[in-house]
């Protein structure tokens, strides 16, 4: 994606509000359109500053410069010094006063406009998957080969450690230690499983990886094999992606043949042998112990933990499950050097992540950008705004089992530390981005839906819990809500995060746990007035047939 | 089980076919099935109890296995396939409008095969497509950014 070079807060806080924030914002839409400046700026509004002395303001980024207060008739002046001709409108600047709030990130990354930065997406779409020979030409196998002949296995971990690499499959576990308890657990067989089930709704990270650059994922998986002590490796695929599974096993054919893959690899006495193994269809499948089971040749149903998979995983074999994206970050950072990992991203989360970016916005699609970036900004500078200039209302991250976040919460950087502070789940890197026309109580049963079809239905929590939240949406969306339900729906999320089996259903009511918390007049509205604010939902006052 | 008719006999080849294929290794149990279903478009009876006895594992568990993938049909299903995304990002998109025009047009409800047995209707979790939402997949192929309108172009296709 094309990227903007500037970006223009307008504040938006009531201060501002009465003063007149709302004319400054549409003047500059104005200014910015007269000197065609439109597609290179982007332009938002920013609630939460604490800065009523200056109100209304203007903040311009990267330069981190504060105007203010700022009347409609000095915008044209603003426009043409600062994003036109390229220097700061001195007469306008506030006076400097350090950011709080939300958008005090703004500050500490004075004079650096996110650029896309990528490394596990380096080859996607640039070389030809199905050749390993260009795959090798672009530094293909060269890790693998670092590892096996400079670096003892136990350096390959430490390596990782030192990266700070975390699981990007969404808990964001630290990856170093996972391999450090595999090469550590008892056997002498073991096994190294690629999680390639991407089933979350909203999710094609791991598709396009796999895709694109195949060979990535099969020369990571040979270096997790060496560390941790295995000889035997599965890749999970979701049975849906076809070309995937395709490419993959091309790969591995392409990969026996030149030696990367098979017996004595680099002639240094390591083998390791992998296969494929196609999924048939069970979201549930996505959770490692499931995903195990299914090897196996059972029904998908997760195991109870512990013990974990790092000591009893496959044939009940210490066995290492990591997520595509995770294994696509192994190469490069054993090729490159831990410390050159940990220049991108911040303190707390280093590296990169891809997010898919959905919903009501100009532009959809998939972006590798470095940790720590914040929703706002791949709102309106990568997907180029809300769709036909809708406000923004909430986003989910993470696919269904993530978290709502609502507009006040779009400045927070997304890494995992500041997420788990706000209380957001980083999840999986699907972003929906949802305008003020969507309605969070047909949003939530949408997500119910989902939930009782794809829970496997081994314990009681998630399998009544999920129908039985869904039911009650149902009814709240059809106007015979009552208000115990809002009690009922509470207590639901609350059980299902503690009583479950598995990730599914702890995390099946976190969407609903947000909805209420920060929409519950939205929902009280459909309960006591009998209304839908946002006009979506039916209110038809007749319960619909219901499988 | 007896096997009477010939149609039965077809089906005990395609898993006899699918068994060898996976050296009747009871592990494989799934791409076994899968071949099976991708060969007859489900996994009959027949087929079914011939390779639990090649296998030596109980139908019961079989079948277990065969109901909980979406992918595994245990009935017959009609000459296409339709399986509608219900997953929120193709329901922002305008999903729903789009569910309720193919449901008119093609007179079934999720679940069920039309009388003529040309369709049948499911919904499907997200198919990783969504950028192009809302999306539908019509046996192997996959549409996107679908409006009502574009639907019977779409359906007329298939014969």
């Given amino acids: ?547 | 089980m007896a096997i009477n008719t010939k149609q039965d006999r077809d089906f005990v080849k395609t898993a006899d076919e699918a068994v060898d294929m996976y050296h009747a290794k009871k592990e494989e149990l799934i791409p076994i099935l899968m071949k099976v279903n991708q060969d007859l478009g489900y996994i009959p009876k027949a087929a079914m109890e011939h390779i639990s006895s090649r296998l030596h594992v109980p139908q019961s568990h079989l079948y277990s296995v065969a109901s909980f993938y979406r992918m595994f049909f245990t009935e017959q299903t009609g000459r296409h396939v339709i399986k509608f995304c219900e997953s929120a990002p193709c329901h922002v998109a305008g999903g729903r409008e789009v569910f309720e025009a193919l449901q008119e047009q093609l007179s079934i409800s999720p679940g069920s095969t039309s009388d003529d047995g040309k369709w049948t209707l499911i919904t499907t979790s997200c198919l990783g497509v969504c950028a192009v939402g809302p999306v539908m997949m019509v046996d192997e192929d996959i549409y996107g950014n679908l409006t009502p309108e574009q639907l019977p172009d779409i359906l007329a296709k298939y014969e």
């Fill in chain 1, 1 to 547: 994606m094309k990227t903007k070079r500037s970006m223009v807060l307008v504040s938006n806080d009531p201060a501002s509000q009465k003063k007149g924030a709302s004319k400054v914002f549409d003047q500059f839409t104005k200014e910015l359109a007269s000197f065609n400046l439109t597609d290179e700026i982007s332009l938002s509004m920013v609630s939460d500053i604490d800065r009523e002395d200056i109100a209304p303001f203007v903040i311009v980024y990267p330069e981190a410069v504060i105007y203010g207060p700022v009347t409609p008739d000095d915008v044209h002046h603003l426009v043409e010094e600062h994003l036109y001709k390229g220097r700061i409108a001195a007469d306008l600047k506030a006076p400097t006063k350090e950011l709080t709030g939300h958008i005090s990130w703004i500050a500490d990354r004075k004079g650096t406009m996110p650029a896309e930065q990528r490394i596990v997406l380096e080859r996607a779409g640039e070389i030809d998957p199905d050749s390993i020979e260009e795959y090798v030409i672009h530094d293909g196998y060269t890790a693998l080969g670092k590892a096996l002949t400079e670096m003892t296995p136990q350096q390959v971990i430490d390596e990782l450690k030192d990266s700070n690499l975390r699981g990007r499959g969404g808990a964001g576990f630290p990856t170093g230690t996972k391999w450090g308890f595999v090469a550590t657990a008892k056997g002498d067989k073991k096994y190294v499983i690629c999680n390639a089930d991407e089933s979350e709704p909203g999710t094609f990270k791991d598709r396009l990886i796999l895709e694109g650059d195949p060979h990535s994922i099969l020369e990571a998986m040979a270096i997790a094999a060496y560390a941790v002590g295995a000889n035997e490796g599965y890749i999970y695929v979701r049975g849906e992606y076809n070309l995937a599974q395709t490419r993959l096993m091309n790969a591995i054919q392409q990969a026996k043949e030149l030696g990367f893959l098979g017996e004595n690899i680099f002639g240094t006495g390591f083998s390791f042998d992998l296969h494929i193994h196609a999924g048939a269809g069970a979201y549930i499948c996505g959770e490692e112990t499931a995903l195990i089971e299914s090897i196996e040749g059972k029904r998908g149903e997760p195991r109870p933990r512990p013990p974990y998979p790092t000591t009893n995983g496959l044939w009940d074999k210490p066995t290492l499950v990591n997520n595509v994206e995770t294994l696509a970050n192994v190469a490069p950072i054993i090729r490159n050097g831990a410390s050159w990992f940990k220049s991108f991203g911040n303190a707390s989360s280093a590296g990169t992540k891809v997010y898919t970016i959905l919903g009501d916005v100009n532009v959809t699609g998939l972006i590798e950008v470095p940790m720590g970036i914040t929703l706002r900004e791949v709102i309106t500078i990568y997907a180029k705004g809300m769709k036909n200039g809708r406000k923004l209302k909430l986003a989910q991250t993470g696919g269904s089992s993530g978290s709502i976040i609502p507009a006040e919460l779009q400045d927070v950087p997304m890494d995992y530390d500041s997420f788990a502070k706000a209380g957001v789940a980083m999840g999986s890197g699907a972003l929906l981005i949802c305008s003020e026309d969507t309605c969070v109580v047909d949003l939530a049963k949408v997500l119910l839906n989902f939930f009782r079809f794809e829970s496997c239905g081994k314990c009681n929590p998630c399998r009544i819990g999920n129908q039985r939240a869904y039911q009650i949406l149902t009814k709240i969306s059809e106007g015979l809500g009552s208000p115990k339900d809002l009690d009922d729906l509470e207590n639901i999320s609350k059980w299902l995060y503690e009583m479950s089996n598995c990730g599914l259903g702890q995390t099946a009511g976190s969407p609903l746990k947000d909805i209420i918390h920060h929409f519950k007049d939205e929902v009280v509205a459909h309960i006591n007035d009998k209304e839908c604010p946002a006009g979506v939902c039916a209110m038809s006052g007749t319960m619909p047939a219901m499988n």
